[in-house]
Every structure is written in structure tokens, then in C-alpha cells.
């Protein structure tokens, strides 16, 4: 019993670097979706399979976060990164479910530019997260890996701008936009998400490391 109750705290290591891993592969599928716009509904249904995994994982981080008293920092702060990673991937599966619901024909260039900023971004996410587990060896790799995920959450609102603009500028019917608004915004909203997991773990690094 006591050795249930004091687990290695590596447990919560191997939560992170799981979840992390789930968004990256969503992401990439995301991207995919995007890039040749075919056999939507199943590209759809393999992001929502990967949605349907994150949250299986997440789940059961939450339930060793509330049986679990050896942590390896404070439960406030996993609490935090365990949702953000996991509000990610939700993001992701949110829009790609637009682009299935919305009856979309043709893809927007900028769609697929921003979508790539994202897959960019997540990568760096995921360098961040499997730092975590060694955080005192190289602390300084994971807040470079955090300032570039801010950096590429900058890139995203800038391209997420522009690209409303010339939405509104090329004459298309206001379903269209309104369809490619909510699209588009899910996925910038996905990397503002991004950029509050990168918030967490500097956090996290400052005080730890």
C-alpha cells in the first residue's frame, strides 16, 4: 500500500511527453488535412482518434495528480500544465471538425501557412516537455524552446490577421467567411493555448531548475 501511495514522480514526466506527443501527431494530421483537402471525413476521424487518446491521458494524469502525494512539483502547477497541453489538442480537433462539417471546397493558402506555424510550434512544445524530466542538467534548452514558442505564437496572430483581411478583401459570400473565420481562429486560439503551456513550464524552470 505504501509503495502505491509513493510512486516515482517520473510517472508525471511520462504523462507530459505522452500528451505533448498526441498534440504533435494531431497537429501533423491537421497540417495533412490541410495540405491535400481528400477523404475528409477519415483524416477527421484519425484527429479525433488522437483527440480521444489525449484525453485518455489526461484523465489518468488527473487521477495519479489526486492519489498520488509524491509530485514532482506543485499539483497547482501540474494541475495547469496537464490542461493546457490537453486544451491544444482540443483546439486541433475542433477545427478539423469544422473542415468537415462546413462543407469546405477549397482550402485558403493562409489556412495551411498558419497550420504549419502550429506544427512548428508544438514540435518546440514537445522539446520543452521531454526537458522537464532532466530540468536541472539543461534548464537553459527549455526556456529557449518556450521563447521560440512564443515567438511562433507571435507569427500566428500577425499571419491570423493578415489573413482575415484578405478575406474579407477577395468578395467572398459572408458564409464563406464566417465558416473560415471560426476555422482559422480555432487554430490561432491552438497556439495561443501553445504559448500558455510554454508560460507554465518556464514557470515551472524558474522555480525548479
Avoid at 509513493?6 to 501533423?28: I, L, N
Wanted: include cysteine.
Amino acid at each position: 500500500m505504501l509503495q502505491k501511495l509513493m510512486p516515482k514522480s517520473d510517472d508525471f514526466f511520462t504523462d507530459f511527453e505522452s500528451q505533448a506527443g498526441t498534440v504533435v501527431e494531431g497537429a501533423k494530421l491537421l497540417k495533412a488535412l490541410l495540405d491535400d483537402f481528400t477523404d475528409v471525413a477519415r483524416k477527421c476521424q484519425a484527429i479525433k482518434d488522437v483527440e480521444h487518446r489525449g484525453d485518455d491521458i489526461t484523465h489518468r494524469a488527473f487521477s495519479r495528480l489526486h492519489t498520488q502525494f509524491i509530485t514532482p512539483f506543485d499539483r497547482s502547477e501540474i494541475h495547469r500544465l496537464l490542461s493546457r497541453i490537453d486544451d491544444v489538442l482540443d483546439l486541433a480537433d475542433a477545427a478539423a471538425e469544422r473542415l468537415g462539417l462546413y462543407d469546405i471546397d477549397t482550402v485558403l493558402p493562409e489556412a495551411r501557412e498558419l497550420c504549419a506555424v502550429f506544427v512548428a510550434q508544438v514540435e518546440r512544445m514537445e522539446v520543452a516537455v521531454k526537458g522537464l524530466r532532466d530540468m536541472k542538467k539543461n534548464p537553459q534548452a527549455i526556456l529557449d524552446a518556450c521563447k521560440e514558442m512564443n515567438v511562433l505564437e507571435n507569427q500566428a496572430d500577425s499571419l491570423t490577421r493578415r489573413t482575415m483581411a484578405k478575406l474579407f478583401k477577395r468578395g467572398n459570400d459572408p458564409l464563406t467567411v464566417m465558416k473560415w473565420k471560426e476555422i482559422i481562429d480555432l487554430i490561432e486560439d491552438a497556439t495561443d493555448r501553445a504559448e500558455d503551456v510554454a508560460n507554465v513550464i518556464e514557470g515551472v524552470v524558474l522555480e525548479h531548475a
